[in-house]
């Protein structure tokens, strides 16, 4: 019987084991030669990085990112603090000490006093209520006294000149109470009174004062000081990711105010305003187009009158830029913006706008025909929640006005 010899067998297995062999080594030399490669680059890199030094930043590059890392995480100051701001239409920059006191949960406690390069004076004093009904709720009243010395007035109505500007000294009193509820996150319905004491005169500055060039029956609410109780209710719709720095959402505020004479010398009167603005993002928020309206009109009943230095105006630093604050007056008053951003940093913003608007005696008069028009250049620093400051140069009619503003337009 045939059988298969023993060392076929053999020879067989001994093949089939030293390729197996051959196989291994052949795959382990190259990894072999990779991981030693792979340390020789790591070795490399590392010592590399030891002798270059990283790139330095100068103070101000410091400064900025460090507001912009920083700057939305700071929490408001606690204890005094130094404050700047406006104390009055038309005073400029102001600054003074302020004082915060937090209490409860959502509760604070703020008092500031101002004094501006205009020689206006302020002093304000703040409390908010801790929110209740789970923070949809809450009240806050206000008391400020204002020294106004040199407050312009240029005549009614849209054909007033610059060079026609008189002056008025005014002191208003004010004593506020609001309450607001926000039954939605983007939804707030509020109301509540307002106490206003006018103590009107002469107009300091170098210009005339107002009562040198006007007369009372010319100019309701000239020599009078009148003082008036205006009860009020507003609503509200902000969708905007923060009001203070945004690149998208809209806004709508709707507010109607009734102010009563309590001396009774005929200056009862209603005063309506809608305030509304569109941001609308292109190219995943690199650009924006932020649209703005402003429409604010008042009624009177037979034998009343507006106070002048209470009517309706435009004019500033954020409606009509290219024109003086206050710069019209009259009954009612429309203003329209378009504004288109980019982003050139990542805290600043530059725009160019386009201003129009018009102030009427009656509200027939109030249409898109002879709008005062201003336009310009800006640019914005801010962080990813606030508005910090607003360069702008603006041009109009009464030639180029450079604007400093702090805060956001609306």
């Given at each position: 019987m045939?059988?298969?010899?023993?060392?076929?067998?053999?020879?067989?297995?001994?093949?089939?084991?030293?390729a197996?062999?051959?196989?291994?080594l052949?795959a382990?030399?190259?990894?072999?030669?990779?991981?030693?490669?792979a340390?020789?680059?790591?070795?490399?890199?590392?010592?590399?990085?030891?002798?270059?030094?990283?790139?330095?930043?100068?103070?101000?590059?410091?400064?900025?990112?460090?507001?912009?890392?920083?700057?939305?995480?700071?929490?408001?100051?606690?204890?005094?603090?130094p404050?700047?701001g406006?104390?009055?239409?038309?005073?400029?920059?102001?600054?003074?000490?302020?004082?915060?006191?937090?209490?409860?949960?959502t509760?604070?406690?703020?008092?500031?006093?101002?004094?501006?390069?205009?020689?206006?004076?302020?002093?304000?004093?703040?409390?908010?209520?801790?929110?209740?009904w789970?923070?949809?709720?809450?009240?806050?009243?206000?008391?400020?006294?204002?020294?106004a010395?040199?407050?312009?007035?240029?005549g009614?109505?849209?054909?007033?000149?610059?060079?026609?500007?008189?002056?008025?000294?005014?002191?208003?009193?004010?004593?506020?109470?609001?309450?607001?509820?926000?039954?939605?996150?983007?939804?707030?319905?509020?109301g509540?009174?307002?106490f206003?004491?006018?103590?009107?005169?002469?107009?300091?500055?170098?210009?005339?004062?107002?009562?040198?060039?006007?007369?009372?029956?010319?100019?309701?609410?000239?020599?009078?000081?009148?003082?008036?109780l205006?009860s009020?209710?507003?609503?509200?719709?902000?969708?905007?990711?923060?009001?203070?720095?945004?690149?998208?959402?809209s806004?709508?505020?709707?507010?109607?105010?009734?102010?009563?004479?309590?001396d009774?010398?005929?200056?009862?009167?209603?005063?309506?305003?809608?305030?509304?603005?569109?941001?609308?993002?292109?190219?995943?928020?690199?650009?924006?187009?932020?649209?703005?309206?402003?429409?604010?009109?008042t009624?009177?009943?037979?034998?009343h009158?507006?106070?002048?230095?209470?009517?309706?105006y435009?004019?500033?630093?954020?409606?009509l830029?290219?024109?003086?604050?206050?710069?019209?007056?009259d009954?009612h008053?429309?203003?329209?913006?378009?504004?288109?951003?980019?982003?050139?940093?990542?805290?600043?913003?530059?725009a160019?706008?386009?201003?129009?608007?018009?102030?009427a005696?009656?509200?027939g008069?109030?249409?898109?025909?002879?709008?005062?028009?201003?336009?310009?250049?800006?640019?914005?620093?801010?962080?990813?929640?606030?508005?910090?400051?607003?360069?702008e140069?603006?041009?109009?009619?009464?030639?180029?006005?450079?604007?400093?503003?702090?805060?956001?337009?609306f």
């Amino acid at each position: 019987m045939p059988t298969v010899p023993c060392s076929n067998r053999a020879r067989s297995f001994a093949a089939a084991l030293g390729a197996g062999l051959v196989a291994l080594l052949t795959a382990a030399v190259p990894a072999h030669a990779q991981d030693t490669r792979a340390a020789q680059i790591a070795g490399a890199q590392a010592q590399k990085a030891a002798t270059v030094e990283p790139p330095r930043r100068g103070w101000l590059e410091k400064t900025l990112g460090g507001l912009r890392e920083r700057g939305d995480r700071i929490a408001p100051p606690i204890g005094f603090f130094p404050w700047f701001g406006s104390v009055y239409s038309g005073g400029a920059i102001a600054a003074g000490p302020g004082l915060r006191i937090p209490f409860g949960d959502t509760g604070e406690i703020k008092a500031y006093a101002g004094w501006s390069v205009r020689n206006y004076k302020a002093v304000t004093g703040e409390v908010t209520f801790p929110a209740v009904w789970r923070g949809r709720v809450q009240v806050t009243t206000r008391g400020r006294w204002v020294d106004a010395p040199t407050v312009p007035f240029y005549g009614l109505g849209n054909d007033s000149n610059d060079s026609d500007r008189t002056n008025l000294g005014l002191r208003p009193i004010e004593a506020m109470a609001d309450v607001v509820v926000r039954p939605l996150p983007w939804l707030s319905v509020g109301g509540g009174a307002d106490f206003l004491k006018f103590d009107t005169r002469r107009g300091g500055g170098s210009e005339p004062s107002v009562d040198e060039v006007y007369s009372p029956s010319a100019l309701p609410g000239l020599g009078a000081d009148p003082t008036l109780l205006r009860s009020f209710v507003h609503v509200g719709i902000d969708t905007r990711p923060d009001p203070g720095y945004a690149r998208r959402g809209s806004v709508l505020r709707i507010e109607a105010s009734q102010f009563t004479d309590l001396d009774s010398e005929g200056y009862d009167f209603r005063s309506y305003q809608i305030k509304a603005a569109q941001l609308v993002p292109v190219l995943n928020e690199h650009w924006v187009l932020a649209l703005r309206g402003h429409l604010w009109t008042t009624d009177t009943r037979d034998g009343h009158a507006v106070p002048f230095f209470l009517l309706p105006y435009l004019g500033g630093s954020d409606e009509l830029r290219s024109f003086s604050t206050l710069r019209f007056r009259d009954n009612h008053a429309l203003f329209l913006s378009a504004e288109w951003r980019w982003p050139v940093t990542e805290m600043m913003d530059m725009a160019v706008f386009v201003d129009a608007g018009k102030v009427a005696a009656t509200r027939g008069d109030l249409t898109l025909t002879g709008l005062t028009t201003s336009w310009g250049l800006g640019a914005t620093f801010h962080t990813l929640r606030h508005t910090l400051v607003r360069l702008e140069a603006a041009h109009g009619r009464d030639g180029f006005r450079f604007v400093f503003g702090v805060g956001p337009t609306f």
